[in-house]
Nanobody, 121 residues
Framework: QVQLVESGEGLVQAGGSLTLSCAASGSIFSLNAMAWYRQAPGNQRELVAALPSGGSTTYADSVKGRFTISRDNAKNTVYLQMNSLKPEDTAVYYC???????????????WGQGTQVTVSS
């Protein structure tokens, strides 16, 4: 079974910084695209940043220049460095990973449990 475990949740003042981590564990043959999504109360889940195994990163317009997604393939971990945080960044943040469990198995998307980020004004 695959698990995505997130960490780094917290409360921060506007203008502050926070780093989220998400580690994938289990019987993983290959770990492909990794991404961060967020969902604020009353809103739909939205893509924050995505990092494919090959290719360029993608950021939501609202976080460009402030957030940076990165990954450590040796640790099967993806990070989200968040700077210049704003109250509107307050949400539950979810990591997502597209994983192949066996060489001939299809890729499936897995989700973390979510971690709360609260930015006070």
């Amino acid at each position: 079974q695959v698990q995505l475990v997130e960490s780094g949740e917290g409360l921060v003042q506007a203008g502050g910084s926070l780093t989220l981590s998400c580690a994938a564990s289990g019987s993983i043959f290959s770990l492909n695209a990794m991404a961060w999504y967020r969902q604020a109360p009353g809103n739909q889940r939205e893509l924050v940043a995505a990092l494919p195994s090959g290719g360029s990163t993608t950021y939501a317009d609202s976080v460009k220049g402030r957030f940076t997604i990165s990954r450590d393939n040796a640790k099967n971990t993806v990070y989200l460095q968040m700077n210049s945080l704003k109250p509107e960044d307050t949400a539950v943040y979810y990591c997502s990973a597209t994983i192949r469990l066996q060489q001939i198995a299809p890729m499936n998307r897995y989700w973390g449990q979510g971690t709360q980020v609260t930015v006070s004004s």
